[in-house]
Each structure stands twice: as structure tokens, then as C-alpha cells.
């Protein structure tokens, strides 16, 4: 890992103070000039959110307006035959190439990730047939756990949780006592959207199919952010959000992954048109398409694809000017910052780290906890600094590699100090 210590000084001089030290992090940062491809907001000092909602591109404001003027109006329905129909395969082949390293094929961009979740795990259960648990852990995203809850009733199969600790995630070994002849399913997030927790995807893939399981990550939090490589960890499912760190802006359509070997035993419990073999036949029966098109059901959601697409260039153009690891490089110095600020400025107040310190299990947010969170963080957002609380006592701080500064980690931490100790003073 690269440090985020500053650069040792001459005996006797001061210590670099927290905006020196982020200045100097930003002047060495080799994406520091990617800043300048997002729209800034012009009440935000420090947006800490990017793991719930990224900004959005310059090149996306322009893609937008060229599309509705360009396509949608110009095009009108002969645009589907020319390109709207291919979108959501065609830029699931690209996240899969960028984001997910995942051969063309096998990706899809459509639903949200609830639905798309709720179409695999359908899928699974049918092609495990005699198995009937479903492993999941009670740290997963709430939707997950009651998509899993649903599916459980309808289909009469048994969720075995896994209790990770509250603050870190589930670990191989939970899993390896886990799975058995009865497992059908393991679902798990590969970076645990509380804690940031960053889940051991390829020996956790490997014991749950030497049990003869499947298994469906969640790469809401890591698409775009941290490294996955479905195909080489042999990962069979896999779904993700495109709002957060692939900004694709308020509701785009999520991704889905099915490995291409398991296509064609998997059903899906939507069938609608738009995943059957030939949609403009409009033939009497449902006959499902023979490649990953088959997890569709119905009209894509064109306009709401339009904008990851910058994200995917910029990431693109990211790995081939800076390196392919320089995304994760500058994820991990971000975390790194703030956790050092964290214990200089917050830990003193009675803050607690509830996220990984090794950045090798670390995503690309932080969690901190304190039981003032809840007051404080309205008064942060109406000064400009936003990240975002989750229950009981958790404020995130979502740091996305493109787009977030060190100087706004350090506009953050700060403000979030000085709002706690006004919270927090005696009357
Ligand atoms: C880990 C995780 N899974 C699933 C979701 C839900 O996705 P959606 O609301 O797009 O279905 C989110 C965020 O909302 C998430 O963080
Ligand atoms: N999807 C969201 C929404 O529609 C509104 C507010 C927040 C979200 C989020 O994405 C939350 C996020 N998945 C989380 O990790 O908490």
C-alpha cells in the first residue's frame, strides 16, 4: 500500500497540518486532473457520497442533451433498430470489460439491482434442484436480505445466515462451515455497504462451489472502485448498482453478470419479450433467448444507460494513462487519509472506526460511528459537506477515486469535527 504519510521535515519545523498534507496528496495524485471532468455543485465543499449517488460527467450534461435532440427526436423509433435495442448488451459487454473483468457476453444492463437479484437467485434455485438453503449474512444490504426473505416463502427454501462481525464482513472460513449438500446459493456483498468491509470473492467462490453451491456477489459497492475479476475468480452471478462509483446517475439501470457456461440452464422468472429468442416475431409462446439477452424482460431503459458510459471512458482513460492499478492506488491513499484524519481529529471527540484499517479488506468508503451522527449530519449538509448516515450511529464517507480530492477529505473530517464539538458542548 502506498502511505499517505507526509514527506518527513528539517528538525524543528512544524508538523504539516491536515490542509498542507491533503494539498501535497492532491499535487502528487497522477488523476488529479479527472477532477475536472465532473460538474461541480456550487453549494458542495466536500462531497463524501460518491458510494451512494456519483457526480455526474461533463461529457454526460452533453451526452444527455445530444441524445434527446440527435436521437430521441431526430431517430424517433427507427432508433431502436439502429442502437437503442443493443444498449443494454452492449454496454454490459463494456462494463464487463472495464469494471468487472468480464469476457463480452456475459454481462447485462437492465431493472434494478433488487430485480435483477431477485431474477438470479430465481434462476439458481431452479438449477440446483434437491437444494434448498440459500447461505446470506445479516450485514448484507437490506434489499438483498429481503429479496432473499421473499424467495425463501415463495419457493419453501431456508436461509442460513452467517453472523459476520457488526463492523468487518464475512470471512472464508464462515462460509467454508456454512455450505453443505442442503446449499444451494451463497449471496453476499463484496464490499459490505456499512463497514466497507471488502469481501474475499475467489476463495469464498472456491469453497461454496467445492460444496456444489453458486454464488451471486453484490458489486454495488466495487464496480468502478475496486478490482473484481469475475471470470478469472470463476464467479457464476453477479449484480451491481451503475449510480454509484459508475455514475450513471439518479436510478440508472443496474448490471448483471451470468457466467456464459450457465446461461442456458438458467431460467429467469420475468419472461417477457424483450428476453425472448425473437421479440419482433411476436410469436405465440415464450422461448428464451439462447445468450445472456434471455435476463431481460421488457423495454430497456435507454436514457438512464446514457451517462455511465463517460464513467466507463474515464475509467477507461484512467488505467491507460496512470496504470491499471492507479484507480485502487488512489482509493486506497483516499481511505488511508481519512482514517488518519479520523484518529488525529475525531477519534479524540469519542468517534469510533467502523471499517477495516488493513486496506487490503477495505472498499473505498469509511464508517464512522458516534451517537451524535444523527444530529450532526443535517447541519453538515446545509455547510456543503456531505456523506451520508446509516443506522443506528454510522456516518460514510463514499470517496470516489476520479472524482474526490484530498482536500475534500480534509474539508470533511474538519467540518465534521468542529460540527461535533458544537454538538457535543455543554450548554
Ligand atoms: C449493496 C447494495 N445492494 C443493493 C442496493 C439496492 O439497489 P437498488 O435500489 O438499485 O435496487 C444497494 C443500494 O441501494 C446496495 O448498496
Ligand atoms: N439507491 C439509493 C436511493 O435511491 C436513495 C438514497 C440512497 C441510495 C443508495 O444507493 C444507498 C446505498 N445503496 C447504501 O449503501 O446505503
Redesign the pocket.
Known amino acids: 500500500m502506498t502511505s499517505t504519510t507526509p514527506p518527513v521535515r528539517p528538525s524543528g519545523a512544524p508538523a504539516a497540518g491536515p490542509a498542507e498534507r491533503a494539498a501535497a496528496l492532491d499535487a502528487a495524485d497522477p488523476l488529479t486532473r479527472f477532477r475536472e471532468e465532473f460538474v461541480p455543485s456550487a453549494d458542495v465543499v466536500a462531497y463524501l457520497d460518491g ?2 449517488l456519483g457526480r455526474p460527467t461533463r461529457a454526460s450534461v452533453e451526452r444527455l442533451a445530444r441524445f434527446a435532440t440527435e436521437q430521441w427526436a431526430s431517430r424517433l423509433i427507427r432508433g431502436w433498430d439502429e442502437s437503442w435495442y443493443e444498449l443494454p448488451l452492449a454496454i454490459g459487454d463494456r462494463i464487463g470489460e472495464t469494471a468487472l473483468g468480464a469476457a463480452p457476453g456475459q454481462t447485462f444492463v437492465g431493472d ?6 431477485y431474477k438470479l437467485v430465481r434462476g439458481a434455485l431452479d438449477a440446483r434442484p434437491g437444494r434448498t438453503e440459500i447461505v446470506v449474512d445479516t450485514g ?2 437490506p ?2 436480505r429481503f429479496v432473499l426473505q421473499g424467495i425463501a416463502a415463495e419457493r419453501g427454501a431456508t436461509l442460513r445466515w452467517l453472523s459476520p462481525d457488526p463492523d468487518a464482513g464475512v470471512t472464508t472460513d464462515q462460509v467454508a462451515d456454512a455450505v453443505g449438500p442442503e446449499t444451494a446459493l451463497v449471496v453476499l ?1 463484496h ?3 456499512r463497514s466497507g468491509y471488502l469481501a474475499d470473492a475467489e476463495p469464498i467462490t472456491r469453497v461454496a462451489h467445492d460444496a456444489g453451491a453458486l454464488v451471486l456477489w ?1 458489486l ?2 466495487s464496480a468502478g472502485a475496486v478490482p473484481v475479476t469475475l471470470d478469472a475468480w470463476d464467479v457464476d452471478l453477479a ?3 451503475t ?2 462509483y459508475l455514475n450513471g446517475g439518479p ?1 440508472s439501470p ?1 448490471f448483471g453478470y451470468v457466467r456464459a457456461d450457465l446461461q442456458a440452464a438458467l431460467t429467469q422468472p420475468i419472461q417477457g419479450w424483450m428476453g425472448s429468442d425473437a421479440p419482433f416475431e411476436m410469436g405465440p409462446e415464450y422461448a428464451p433467448h439462447t445468450g445472456v439477452r434471455r435476463f431481460l424482460s421488457g423495454t430497456p431503459a435507454v436514457v438512464g444507460m446514457l451517462a455511465m458510459q463517460d464513467m466507463l471512458d474515464l475509467l477507461d482513460e484512467a488505467g491507460n494513462v496512470a496504470g491499471s492499478d492507479a484507480v485502487r492506488d488512489k482509493s486506497v491513499r483516499l481511505t488511508g487519509f481519512a482514517l488518519d484524519l479520523v484518529d488525529e481529529l475525531l477519534v479524540p471527540l469519542g468517534v469510533r472506526v467502523a471499517s477495516p484499517r488493513d486496506p487490503a479488506r477495505r472498499g473505498s468508503h469509511v464508517t464512522i460511528d458516534h451517537a451524535a451522527f444523527e444530529r450532526v449530519i443535517p447541519r453538515l449538509w446545509a455547510q456543503g459537506v456531505v456523506p451520508d448516515f446509516r443506522r443506528p450511529d454510522g456516518l460514510r464517507l463514499g470517496l470516489s477515486p476520479l472524482s474526490t480530492s484530498f482536500a475534500e477529505v480534509q474539508v470533511g473530517v474538519e467540518a465534521i469535527r468542529a460540527t461535533l464539538l458544537d454538538e457535543t458542548a455543554s450548554p
Not at 434494478?112 to 437479484?117: A, E, G, K
Open positions: 458510494n451512494s434494478s439491482t433488487t430485480v435483477i437479484l448484507n444490504f434489499t438483498d456483498s464490499v459490505a455497504y453484490d454495488c459497492h449484480a451491481g448498482c449510480y454509484k436510478g443496474a
